[in-house]
């Protein structure tokens, strides 16, 4: 068989098999078909299906046919990361700034301090921490990750429990959107490259210029203008990222997070962002879970998932229930909020993808932290569907 061929079979078994897990299991209460992809992802992974079918492994997923679907889950992530930057609505988060910024400031601050602390545990043994490293960019790397929400998939799951356009939804939002940009900013850090320091400047000097020459283009373009002109302005701000050293999704969060929200029909973007996920988005998590790892010893990388699972829970809720005491919200509703905010998913396998590439973390701890992130979101929805029906009130509390 070409290379084309067998490129048709990988995709084929990309979108066949999760699907037939998703629908035939009815996993969609606990397991989401975005979750069961990533699952299915490292199902086909080097860890298990290439451990148990190598040959057949090796034929499917060789070097060519992967060089080609990293291609697509290249484009489809950036695009994915756009719409999340388009998304943030920091101006509601303003309004409230008092309420916004000790929540979303809690939210985040306190599972970093956790994760840290969970990386400094992992600093004690041997394959966690990545060769070009610095031990305190592994500290704050692996901290933030257990600090992420996943913005997008929180937005998929409050649509599931038919709450993201109550008070409480919009709260949320802007809690995860004010998280959003610290996490992008404290990635910006960890990737900082002290010997292109200059580049790096120069980078977002010029991204400062063409922001605000793109922002004066967009406002005289017609809508249909206006999504074809983001679509190179997302591919030109992702390279200027790559080639500074910071990454290309460093770029994208930028090139989405410069666009205004009101530029596009809100029901357009929705619709965007499924069909991201629903055509180009699986082939993304296909190609990180071929990036998984099982070296370490398989007993080892769940032992560490599980303690950045812990750390990650503990600290988000613990974090927000402070934040529920100082605004003194009602009783149960630090919960829920908690338990909302610590999804992950996307956003932090993206954000792990990113620690990867540069080395900051090993392909063992990329695995964790999958796992990590598959484990939280799935419990996101069990746990607090029986929490708003007990309290169906605070859906419509603003504040």
């Not at 969060?253 to 029909?265: H, Q």
């Amino acid at each position: 068989m070409n290379t084309t061929e067998i490129f048709l079979i990988a995709m084929t078994i990309i979108f066949t098999v999760p699907w037939l897990i998703w629908r035939l299991g009815r996993t969609d209460y606990y397991a989401p078909l975005v979750v069961v992809q990533i699952i299915t992802g490292i199902l086909l992974g080097p860890g298990i299906l290439g451990k148990v079918f190598p040959d057949y492994y090796g034929f499917v997923f060789n070097p060519a046919v992967v060089q080609s679907l990293n291609g697509i889950a290249w484009w489809a992530v950036m695009l994915f990361v756009m719409i999340a930057g388009v998304e943030l609505d920091l101006r509601k988060a303003w309004a409230h700034r008092r309420e916004s910024g000790i929540t979303a400031g809690l939210a985040l601050g306190t599972p970093l301090l956790f994760g840290c602390l969970a990386a400094a545990l992992l600093l004690g043994f041997d394959g966690w921490m990545g060769r070009q490293a610095q031990t305190w960019q592994f500290v704050v790397g692996v901290g933030m990750a257990c600090a992420v929400t996943a913005l997008p998939i929180l937005i998929l799951l409050m649509e599931k429990l038919d709450i993201l356009r109550q008070p409480i939804g919009q709260r949320i939002l802007r809690y995860a959107s004010l998280d959003d940009i610290a996490i992008w900013g404290v990635l910006a850090l960890i990737l900082m490259d002290w010997e292109r320091i200059g580049r790096q400047g120069a980078f977002l000097v010029a991204f400062s210029v063409a922001a605000w020459g793109f922002h004066r283009l967009m406002v005289r373009l017609a809508e249909r203008d206006r999504w074809y002109i983001a679509l190179i302005w997302l591919a030109a701000v992702a390279f200027g990222a790559d080639w500074a050293g910071l990454h290309f999704m460093v770029g994208a969060f930028l090139a989405g997070a410069s666009m205004e929200a009101e530029w596009f029909d809100q029901e357009k973007m929705d619709l965007l962002r499924h069909h991201v996920l629903l055509v180009i988005m699986p082939v993304f998590f296909l190609s990180t879970g071929l990036r998984t790892n099982w070296e370490v010893g398989g007993a080892a990388v769940f032992v560490a998932a599980g303690l950045l699972l812990v750390a990650s829970i503990a600290g988000k809720l613990l974090g927000v229930q402070l934040a529920g005491r100082i605004l003194k919200w009602e009783a149960g509703e630090a919960g829920i909020i908690g338990w909302l905010l610590q999804t992950k998913a996307l956003i932090m396998i993206i954000f792990a993808n990113i620690l990867l590439d540069k080395q900051i973390i090993t392909s063992e701890t990329f695995t964790a932290l999958l796992l990590m992130a598959v484990a939280s979101t799935m419990l996101t929805v069990p746990v607090v569907a029986p929490r708003l029906a007990r309290l169906p009130s605070l859906i419509r509390r603003s504040a």
